[in-house]
């Protein structure tokens, strides 16, 4: 590959790690398609589709979140239309929020409340996601495409629910003080369910808190098991999914708690032939940017089987930290005037990832 094409893929960020929530499922390659065996997307979208109580467990950047995305992500197709899937965030916010039910109550009904407030959305900013899905259509090659609106889920595409939600949502805030919260978010999920729909809480950041030096969060991950668990599977009787980190398995909140599951998703490992995997998605990401060529260009044979050796043998070698390791050696292969990445650039871009 010539060093010009080198230097698209690095313009176009084309191998980069890390992406917002909305877009991953563009740069997803099924787990499914990549093992063979159905029991990634497949299981995910099967007891999302029967608004089912789902963890899906894996490692840092193993993939959870894309998985996620691709299935209950705002351009999904995966999903029956009655069943609707709310982004919630969680790592971001306080304490108080993530471990006491009121205050997890009340943030539900904010986010849902602000997704259906077009009014916040600027005229250049309403452009720019309508192109956005434009775009994401001609990439994909989709004939079929969920109804899309605004860069959010596709039942605020149907105004007039979408302002009753918004004018269920500012009456609950205005007399916070003197409402029992989970009720009131009870009586929101229940508007969704006059309108038969079916809400699927979807919380794909619950993997943060975790024992790092100097500062240990697991204590908001048990806080979080505990009650918020509880108050979404018992007082509230919703569906949801929830991203959780393969460390808070050994967790007593966890353990205790786990009987509230319908099931769990595991993200598969690619053992023994990580190789023809890491291709594959890396093709992909030259294919969503139509750049052409395969990965035997851009990338030499010992390159490929160092990566794979990478991801089989590295500590904590996660599918992101692969992606990372690419884009680190592609930008030196351009700084070089490198026509390939080579087995030395790899193991240059590793040594310096740790």
């Given amino acids: 590959m010539s060093l010009s094409r080198l230097l698209e893929l690095d313009a176009l960020r084309a191998f980069e790690a890390t992406h917002r929530f909305e877009d991953l499922d563009l740069y997803h390659v099924p787990f499914d398609e990549l093992t063979g065996r159905p029991d990634t997307e497949a299981v995910l979208a099967r007891m999302a589709a029967r608004a089912g109580r789902i963890a899906v467990l894996g490692a840092s950047g193993s993939g959870k979140s894309s998985v996620m995305a691709s299935v209950l992500g705002p351009f999904s197709e995966e999903l029956p239309a009655r069943v609707v899937p709310l982004r919630i965030p969680v790592a971001v916010e306080s304490d108080e929020t993530v471990t006491q039910p009121r205050a997890f109550a009340r943030h539900l009904i904010s986010v849902i409340t602000r997704w259906a407030s077009p009014e916040l959305f600027t005229s250049a ?31 605020l595409a149907d105004a007039r629910f979408a302002t009753e939600v918004k004018a269920a949502g500012e009456d609950i805030e205005a007399h916070s003080s003197a409402t029992d919260a989970i009720f009131e978010l009870g009586r929101m999920i229940e508007l969704f369910r006059a309108h038969d729909l079916e809400p699927l809480i979807v919380i794909d950041d619950s993997d943060a808190w975790l024992r790092v030096p100097d500062w240990d969060r697991s204590e908001l991950a048990a806080g979080f098991f505990t009650e918020i668990v509880t108050m979404m599977a018992k007082d509230v009787s919703c569906g949801f999914v929830i991203a959780v980190h393969d460390e808070y398995v050994e967790l007593p909140a966890y353990k205790q708690r786990r009987n509230l599951l319908s099931t769990t998703v595991s993200i598969p490992r690619f053992e023994p032939a990580a190789g023809a995997a890491l291709v594959r998605i890396l093709a992909h990401r030259m294919s969503v940017h139509e750049v052409p060529g395969h990965v035997g260009e851009v990338l030499d044979d010992g390159a490929v089987a160092a990566l794979e050796a990478y991801y089989l043998g590295g500590a904590n070698a996660s599918l992101r930290n692969v992606l990372s390791v690419v884009d680190r050696a592609l930008q030196h292969a351009c700084s070089d005037r490198s026509e390939q990445i080579t087995k030395q650039l790899i193991g240059q871009s590793v040594s310096e990832w740790r």
């Fill in 125 to 155: 900013q309403r452009e720019s996601l309508e192109l956005a899905a434009a775009d994401r259509r001609r990439r994909l090659g989709r004939q079929r495409y969920r109804k899309f609106s605004l860069g959010t889920p596709g039942w």
